[in-house]
């Protein structure tokens, strides 16, 4: 988790217009993750533009104001967090969740 923190932060460091993160919290504790999603967060509420790569839906739902489910290189869906959270069986069928 540490290291991930670490290489937001640098990213950070380049005062970027445009964060993107694939994956940010894959494998860490639920602990860490949640500190990252906060951090994430906090982040958005300053103005910093992020681009995340995710199959997290309710920790992106939470912090995405859109969202786009591409299936071998198509957008097959995009919408807000309301409507992805309740379009019945997309998660399921694109994110196997």
Do not use: F
């Amino acid at each position: 988790g540490e290291q991930q923190m670490l290489a937001i932060g640098r990213a950070l460091m380049t005062n970027p217009k445009l964060l993107i993160l694939d994956e940010a919290t894959e494998g860490l504790a639920p602990i860490i993750r949640t500190q990252i999603w906060d951090c994430l967060a906090t982040l958005k509420a300053e103005g910093q533009s992020i681009l995340i790569i995710d199959k997290n839906v309710k920790a992106i739902a939470r912090l995405a104001d859109h969202h786009y489910i591409l299936d071998k290189g198509r957008v097959v869906w995009d919408g807000d967090s309301k409507t992805l959270l309740a379009t019945e069986g997309l998660t399921a069928r694109y994110l196997g969740v």
